[in-house]
């Protein structure tokens, strides 16, 4: 008799085998810009406007009421053949200008010019003040139907399928920043469901800076760039945030998060995310639970090393929003999934003396396990980035049936500023008119007019009681799906301006962290708050910042004094006893490779039917591979291989592991006077071209798997690296090399390199 599964791994199967059948083959190396390849020379036979891209869509084509249209999502894209002015009129020529003759002033009636440099002055809209930078896709949430125990959402019942649209970010930086730098991310999810919309709006860290909404821009000033010299962008290695954050002490156990690995993510697609409140669920019989969401990504959490961070930010600020979409537009679509934590909700809202209306507290897994409920999968990217990704709105007031809000300071003062930013960033109070906004439900809310309002509203009387519409809208009941709040009690109390005495314990957290991290990851910790507070210009930033570390552990606090140069202080608090919570380390187990990117080094001439063989044994793992020759092309006759990758335009952080297929010497361009990375004196004194071992030695030391065989082991050793080094392989083939290779990168890393000193 076979064993009968885990209803949770049984309905999470079902979802997955569902996605697959839905996957469609992605492209083998991703990044093309265009649905064909164009020509050399520019088209002149008048065509329709080209498709999407089989990996993008645009919003689902509703109206502004939330009435499914069944329009193809064409029908909201560009039409015709022709160039037009914004009514229509079809014209004769864009390049230039309505003069007084060819050499003669312009004529003010050239209502083209003025029409559409009119629309170009006016293309910006004011970025977030926090969150500009993201990047977003569309996809679906399956549920499991594990929550309808404690919550009637609808979109959470067995089987239930959602609509999606995430938008991913980074917090401090402008829209032009870069996407590595080290900083909190956002992670917001749009569920389009039959009751409404619903937004999931969260972190990639659990806890946030403040306790209380009030102080939100207080620590955002300090976050952001000093008011007088704008910078420095998308830090927080500045005098200012650790000012505040030191005299602050409540931002201790986020700043940690942020010093910890968990500030410099290796990818979207390998972050956590969390709704970092704790809300309420309600049930269909009317019983509550209080909840922490989180989203588990199916690749498992990974980051990069700082150095790596750093170099990616410089060689390719968009190395976030690329993976993302190359990732879905070769078809590793990315997955997470969404569970919850589940407290009784008592009066007093505590669980195992944790405050759960805290924001700045975590529940340790190991005392409340998260609970699966359903599985996200991304499977498009956006046809428009302006249109979906920086339009989109997000407001944690966006609430279905089943799901409410406590008393959490924090989410209380989010309730009214996320309203309140978006009528200011997108001119006006109909920003839920706007495609990506749309709900999928029907809207009959008697609001009217107002800046941008595209629906056409009909009737007399956008007002209740009325009976000249035939008393139309109606109010709905508990039983006909109207959002009714939770008739939560407010306990009798004067008005002040207080927080519960449970809020003040700002330590004891953040020293669970620290005592959960590997030896590994706390010299990663120790090294970032080095870094951070050395780049400091005031002397009593930085002993105030020692003072906060002594309070979280003695060690943590020695050893970046030592980095600075100053005394470690004595602790002012007295050291909690806790228990560490081994599901806040990133190290230790291993996850699927799906997506991962493997650089294949080849000098364009020898053994290229093993670059042939392992190419195709790395997409047949799910992966991407990019061949890296000395100069761009096809290689070889026949079955040619094509090179992604030049030594010009490769680097090591594109890379999540590099194989070498041969050792290849100084190609034509290497040496100084063209390019920089190829001016090296330590590859002077080798035959191997010095981009190759500058790309070989960086991946060693950022921990990355390296394999060799033939020719390629040569280049190896001209890198002077260690035979038999932790995560080095080579075999006299390809193909065992990169099974090995393959292993090493579920684990994420060599870890074993980073080994730290006793």
């Known amino acids: ?49 080209l498709p999407p891209k089989p990996d993008q869509r645009g919003p689902d084509t509703y109206s502004p009421t939330g009435h499914p249209t069944g329009s193809p ?36 009636q050239d209502h083209h010019l003025r029409e559409k440099i009119t629309h170009f002055d006016h293309e910006r809209i004011p970025e977030r003040v926090v969150h500009a930078r993201g990047a977003a896709a569309h996809g679906v949430f399956r549920s499991y139907g594990t929550a309808t125990g404690v919550t009637r959402a609808a979109f959470l019942a067995e089987g239930a399928e959602t609509p999606v649209f995430v938008r991913f970010s980074t917090v401090l930086g402008s829209r032009g920043s870069a996407d590595t730098v080290r ?70 156990h986020h700043t940690l998060w942020n010093m910890s690995d968990r500030g410099i993510p290796r990818s979207f697609r390998m972050m956590e995310g969390f709704g970092v409140h704790t809300f309420r669920l309600v049930n269909a019989e009317g019983a509550t639970t209080l909840v922490k969401f989180h989203w588990k990504p199916k690749l498992g959490v990974h980051s990069q090393v700082w150095e790596e961070a750093q170099i990616t930010a410089g060689v390719d600020p968009d190395f976030h929003r690329r993976d993302l979409a190359d990732a879905i537009e070769a078809g590793a679509f990315p997955q997470w999934e969404l569970g919850v934590q589940t407290f009784p909700d008592t009066e007093d809202q505590m ?89 999928h439900a029907p809207v009959n809310d008697m609001l009217r ?73 706390r010299e990663h910790i120790v090294a970032a708050y080095t870094f951070e507070l050395g780049k400091c210009y005031e002397q009593s930033v930085k002993e105030r910042g020692l003072r906060v570390l002594a309070n979280i552990d003695s060690e943590l606090c020695a050893r970046v004094a030592a980095g600075l140069g100053l005394p470690a202080p004595e602790a002012t608090v007295p050291p909690t006893a806790v228990e560490p919570s081994p599901a806040l380390s990133q190290l230790g187990e291993e996850w699927p490779v799906d997506g991962r990117v493997v650089g294949i080094v080849t000098d364009g001439a020898d053994g290229l039917d093993q670059v042939r063989e392992v ?16 100069s761009g092309g096809t290689l070889g006759d026949g079955d040619a291989v094509t090179v992604q990758r030049t030594f010009a335009t490769a680097r090591s952080t594109e890379f ?34 010095p981009r190759v071992l500058l790309m070989v030695t960086e991946a060693f030391r950022h921990g990355k798997a390296l394999g060799a065989w033939g020719k390629g082991t040569d280049a190896l050793q ?11 392989v080579t075999g006299d083939a390809a193909a065992p090399v990169l099974e090995t290779v393959t292993g090493l990168l579920r684990g994420h890393r060599a870890w074993d390199r980073f080994a730290p000193a006793l």
């Open 183 to 252: 900083d909190t991310r956002g992670f917001a999810t749009k569920f389009y469901t039959g009751e409404g919309v619903f937004d999931l709006v969260g972190n990639n860290i659990p806890v946030f800076f403040i306790q209380d909404a009030i102080k939100f821009p207080d620590v955002i000033h300090a976050g952001k760039p000093h008011p007088d010299r704008e910078i420095p962008q998308a830090q927080s290695a500045h005098d200012t945030f650790w000012d505040f954050v030191t005299l602050h002490t409540e931002a201790t």
């Open 615 to 630: 190419r195709r044994a790395v997409l047949g793992a799910g992966m991407v591979p990019l061949v890296i020759a000395p």
């Open 449 to 521: 007019d107002g800046m941008h309002q595209t629906a056409v509203h009909r009737g007399v009387a956008p007002y209740r009681p009325n009976s000249l519409d035939g008393g139309c809208p109606f109010m709905a009941g508990a039983d006909t799906g109207a959002y009714i709040e939770v008739p939560a009690e407010v306990p009798a109390a004067r008005k002040v301006r207080d927080a519960a005495a449970s809020f003040d314990d700002h330590f004891s957290q953040p020293r669970l962290f620290w005592l959960s991290m590997s030896p590994t990851e």
């Open 718 to 728: 001209a890198a002077g690296l260690p035979v038999g080094a932790a995560g080095v």
């Open 1 to 49: 008799m076979s064993e009968k599964k885990n209803p949770v791994t049984a309905a999470a199967e079902k979802v997955v085998e569902k996605v697959q059948e839905a996957v469609s083959p992605g492209n083998e190396i991703p990044g093309a810009p265009s649905p064909q390849a164009p020509p050399v020379e520019e088209p002149t036979q008048a065509r329709e406007p």
């Open 351 to 439: 669980f195992e003396g944790i405050d759960l209306l805290d924001p700045t507290k975590i529940v340790p897994e190991e005392l409340a396990p998260v609970q699966p409920i359903g599985l996200m999968t991304l499977d498009k990217n956006p046809s428009n980035f302006f249109a979906e990704t920086e339009q989109v709105a997000f407001h944690v007031g966006h609430l279905v049936p089943g799901i409410d809000v406590t008393n959490d300071p924090l989410l209380q003062g989010r309730l009214f500023s996320y309203l309140d930013t978006q009528i200011t960033r997108l001119g006006g109070p109909n920003f839920a008119q706007l495609p990506i906004n749309r709900p």
């Open 656 to 689: 999540d592991a590099i194989l070498l297929a041969g050792a290849p010497a100084p190609a034509a361009d290497a040496y100084g006077a063209r390019e920089a990375k190829a001016d090296d004196v330590a590859a002077r004194l080798t035959a191997l071209d």
């Open 73 to 108: 999502q064409g029908d909201v894209a560009q039409q015709g053949a022709y160039a037009t002015t914004a009514q229509g009129a079809r014209l004769y020529d864009t390049d230039h200008s309505l003069k007084a003759g060819p050499r003669g002033p312009v004529l003010l």
